[in-house]
Structures are given as structure tokens and as C-alpha cells.
């Protein structure tokens, strides 16, 4: 708690006490009696410090709107949310993707790129990936419009069904998939092959 004096500190671990204990912040009236102040402008100015300096917000005009900042908020970078349509295969070709299930919100910075509009996620299921350290249940994000290189992990169609794969162009030679995993062979189109999405980022979940 750099900047702030020792009265400043014990009003804020008082404000933060209450709020772990009972749920609500405690009021002007309540930090007055609790320090003992002869009058609640003492309180208020305690409260307007520590607003100034970044620890409490103040919602509203309630008696009981202090609200705490959380020390990593002065780190927190602009966050996206990013939806997730269903699952994909990572095994055998399968129909395509399903509905939006829900949606991702991420940090920004921490993700390492700036999401944009055609930016979308799917679930993982089943194991050919994993050489490429893609499991069932991961959650794999896709830029979608992006030309994909050689060697990139894609989301595509190959003749109207959903896979995740590796995505390999040889010199000369029409592009394939690959999986990343001996159990499975290579899938070459008999027609046509759509890129849905480029993978950009992984997310996993513990179990």
C-alpha cells in the first residue's frame, strides 16, 4: 500500500474487513465510530484519499457505495470477448460447427494479439493434435480470413465437413491436412477444402 499513510492503510483494511465479513462496505458514520473521529469529515477525507489515490470508487451517492479496486486493476489491459461456436474435431471429419455456446473474455495484453471481429473459438475433441499439444477439451481461438501458411493449425471444411488440423501446401502439389498423431492419416479433398480459421492462440483448462 505505497502512498498512503498508516490512518489511510487502517481505513482501507477496516472498509475491506467489513466488506469480507458482511458483504457491504460500511458507512461514513460506521468509519467515524470505529475510529473513534470527533466528526465523519474526518472519515470522508480519509475515504477521499484513498479515492484519489486509486484504492476506492464510489458508485454512487448511497451511504453504502464505497467499492474496493483491486490491486492488479492498474494492470489490466482492454479486454475482448471472443465467442465460442461449439466443438471441432480433432480426430475424423465431422459435420460442421454448431451454434455459439457462450464467449471468452480476455485480456488483451496478456494474449498477445488485439481479437478482432472474425476472431472465434472452438472446443477440441478427440486427440489427433495432440504432437501439436492440442487436447480433447482444449479451447483452440481462430482468426477467420486469415491466408493460412504452411504448417498452421486451421479450422477448415474438406468437402463440407468440420475438422482441426494441420494445414500443409507443398511446392507443386494441392494443399492437405495433417494430423498431428500416428492413429490418423493424412485427408486430402476429393473436392473442396475451406479454411474456417486460423489458430492464433490455446487455452486450457485444468482438470
Request: net charge positive; aromatic share 6%.
Amino acid at each position: 500500500m505505497k502512498g498512503l499513510t498508516k490512518r489511510q492503510r487502517e481505513v482501507l483494511e477496516f472498509i475491506r474487513d467489513t466488506v469480507q465479513s458482511g458483504g457491504i462496505p460500511p458507512t461514513l458514520r460506521e468509519i467515524c465510530d470505529h475510529f473513534g473521529f470527533r466528526s465523519v469529515k474526518a472519515a470522508s477525507d480519509h475515504v477521499a484519499a484513498l479515492r484519489r489515490k486509486g484504492f476506492l470508487v464510489n458508485k454512487s451517492h448511497q451511504a453504502r457505495a464505497l467499492q474496493l479496486v483491486s490491486p492488479l486493476q492498474k494492470h489490466r489491459k482492454p479486454t475482448r470477448d471472443i465467442p465460442v461456436f461449439g466443438s471441432i474435431p480433432a480426430g475424423p471429419p465431422d459435420e460442421c460447427l454448431q451454434e455459439a455456446e457462450g464467449c471468452l473474455t480476455i485480456d488483451v495484453g496478456t494474449l498477445g494479439f488485439k481479437p478482432g471481429p472474425r476472431t472465434f473459438a472452438v472446443r477440441v475433441r478427440g486427440d489427433s493434435m495432440i504432437g501439436r499439444h492440442i487436447c480433447d477439451g482444449d479451447l483452440v481461438v481462430l482468426e477467420h480470413g486469415r491466408t493460412p501458411r504452411n504448417g498452421d493449425v486451421v479450422a477448415a471444411l474438406i468437402d463440407n465437413e468440420s475438422t482441426l488440423k494441420t494445414y500443409v501446401h507443398e511446392k507443386g502439389k494441392k494443399p492437405y491436412l495433417k494430423a498431428e498423431n500416428p492413429r490418423y492419416s493424412k485427408t486430402y479433398p476429393a473436392e473442396e477444402l475451406v479454411i474456417q480459421g486460423v489458430m492464433v492462440a490455446l487455452i486450457r483448462k485444468t482438470r
